[in-house]
């Protein structure tokens, strides 16, 4: 089974039915597979913290929701996630391109991955680095982990782990 | 009339409904009026009412009323065109557009000068948008419930604020007797 299949189905079988996400080219392939699976809805938003109120409002909904974004946009979903996803205790699965990795073509993209995991950190949010295309194994148990702990979980996913899905 | 005049206007018909409310005082006095366990309300993270409400529509079938105000969506215009990209029939947004920031002292907001709401909401995609007065607001919002078609109302009415608590309410409890309505 491909990275993408098994991340998609990792996600139906943990009961997601809402995704939002902002594109980034490490997680087209997903994107599209999402896309191509009718039980999701699948709603693309223009910022993520926009995409975070989405998350919380399909979460009350009775969906299980989640978000696919760049670790670019950490800094502008900290106020969203520090108080409405983690002051009202909901899940948020977090699959994250962590661009700026060993593989990057982009020098810029390193300024943002020196903080990535820092920034995560000093919110609290339990964190799971993807390196090995192994790694998606551990996905499963991750989501799970993440709606039994009403928390905001972060998946970041870097080039080599991607490369893996080549 | 000011804000909380409105949202007076609304309680004899939204007691009962599903209704998500802007940080500040669009929450508190939401509180004050008529606090009811389907409200939900926004204890911080401005600029994100219209699209908590728009998730929690496209989650499920009931009537939700967004009741947000013009400088929190000034912070997130980009919930227009996602609204008009992924339309919910069961969703109504109210804009309540007093031109200023009230929840901090009445300073004054862009769509108090030259930005026109109504304007932005058509141009992003929203079919339905109705601008209409602070006196017509109420008659709009129950056309809105009654109809099949998602609404965004623009409300113009002035600035202006009443006194009101803080919210006490746990969060949590909040959120969980907000779902427990939802799931009825």
Same mark, same amino acid.
């Given at each position: 089974m491909s990275i993408n299949d098994q991340i998609v189905a990792d996600f139906v079988k943990n009961k997601i039915e809402f995704i939002t996400s902002v594109p980034c080219k490490q997680l087209a392939g997903v994107l599209n597979q999402i896309d191509a699976t009718d039980s999701f809805t699948h709603v693309p938003c223009n910022r993520e913290d926009e995409g975070i109120g989405l998350c919380a409002g399909a979460t009350m909904g009775g969906k299980r929701s989640a978000i696919i974004m760049q670790n670019t946009a950490i800094g502008v979903t900290i106020n969203a996630l520090v108080t409405l996803t983690q002051f009202y205790r909901m899940p948020l699965p977090m699959l994250i391109s962590y661009r700026g990795e060993v593989g990057e073509p982009v020098a810029c993209q390193v300024e943002m991955a020196v903080h990535t995991k820092d920034l995560l950190n000093q919110l609290r949010i339990p964190t799971y680095h993807f390196h090995h295309k192994d790694d998606v194994n551990e996905l499963d148990g991750i989501l799970n982990h993440c709606f039994m702990s009403r928390k905001p979980v972060a998946i970041l996913t870097d080039a080599t782990f991607w490369k893996g899905a080549e | 009339m000011i804000r909380s005049d409105v949202i007076k206007t609304l309680v004899p018909f939204i007691s009962d409904k599903l209704v998500v409310t802007n940080i500040g005082l669009p929450s508190q006095e939401m509180h004050l009026i008529d606090d009811q366990p389907s409200n939900f309300y926004m204890l911080g993270t401005m600029g994100l009412a219209s699209s908590i409400g728009l998730g929690l529509a496209l989650a499920q079938d009931k009537k939700v009323l967004v009741i947000d105000g013009d400088g929190s969506? /000034?912070?997130? &215009? *980009?919930? &227009? !065109?996602?609204?008009?990209? =992924? !339309?919910? $029939? =069961?969703? %109504? /947004?109210? %804009? %309540?557009? =007093?031109? +200023?920031?009230? +929840?901090? *002292?009445?300073? %004054?907001?862009? +769509? *108090? $000068?030259k930005t026109n709401m109504t304007e932005v909401a058509r141009a992003c995609g929203c079919e339905n948008v109705i601008e209409c007065s602070a006196e017509e607001t109420a008659d709009v919002v129950k056309a809105a419930f009654e109809s099949d078609e998602m609404t965004i109302i623009i409300s113009k009415c002035e600035s202006g604020n009443i006194k009101v608590p803080v919210i006490e309410h746990d969060p949590v409890m909040i959120k969980e007797r907000f779902m427990k309505e939802v799931a009825k």
């Amino acid at each position: 089974m491909s990275i993408n299949d098994q991340i998609v189905a990792d996600f139906v079988k943990n009961k997601i039915e809402f995704i939002t996400s902002v594109p980034c080219k490490q997680l087209a392939g997903v994107l599209n597979q999402i896309d191509a699976t009718d039980s999701f809805t699948h709603v693309p938003c223009n910022r993520e913290d926009e995409g975070i109120g989405l998350c919380a409002g399909a979460t009350m909904g009775g969906k299980r929701s989640a978000i696919i974004m760049q670790n670019t946009a950490i800094g502008v979903t900290i106020n969203a996630l520090v108080t409405l996803t983690q002051f009202y205790r909901m899940p948020l699965p977090m699959l994250i391109s962590y661009r700026g990795e060993v593989g990057e073509p982009v020098a810029c993209q390193v300024e943002m991955a020196v903080h990535t995991k820092d920034l995560l950190n000093q919110l609290r949010i339990p964190t799971y680095h993807f390196h090995h295309k192994d790694d998606v194994n551990e996905l499963d148990g991750i989501l799970n982990h993440c709606f039994m702990s009403r928390k905001p979980v972060a998946i970041l996913t870097d080039a080599t782990f991607w490369k893996g899905a080549e | 009339m000011i804000r909380s005049d409105v949202i007076k206007t609304l309680v004899p018909f939204i007691s009962d409904k599903l209704v998500v409310t802007n940080i500040g005082l669009p929450s508190q006095e939401m509180h004050l009026i008529d606090d009811q366990p389907s409200n939900f309300y926004m204890l911080g993270t401005m600029g994100l009412a219209s699209s908590i409400g728009l998730g929690l529509a496209l989650a499920q079938d009931k009537k939700v009323l967004v009741i947000d105000g013009d400088g929190s969506v /000034l912070m997130n &215009f *980009g919930t &227009f !065109p996602t609204i008009a990209n =992924n !339309p919910a $029939k =069961n969703y %109504i /947004l109210l %804009i %309540i557009d =007093n031109g +200023s920031y009230g +929840s901090t *002292g009445d300073q %004054i907001t862009y +769509s *108090g $000068k030259k930005t026109n709401m109504t304007e932005v909401a058509r141009a992003c995609g929203c079919e339905n948008v109705i601008e209409c007065s602070a006196e017509e607001t109420a008659d709009v919002v129950k056309a809105a419930f009654e109809s099949d078609e998602m609404t965004i109302i623009i409300s113009k009415c002035e600035s202006g604020n009443i006194k009101v608590p803080v919210i006490e309410h746990d969060p949590v409890m909040i959120k969980e007797r907000f779902m427990k309505e939802v799931a009825k």
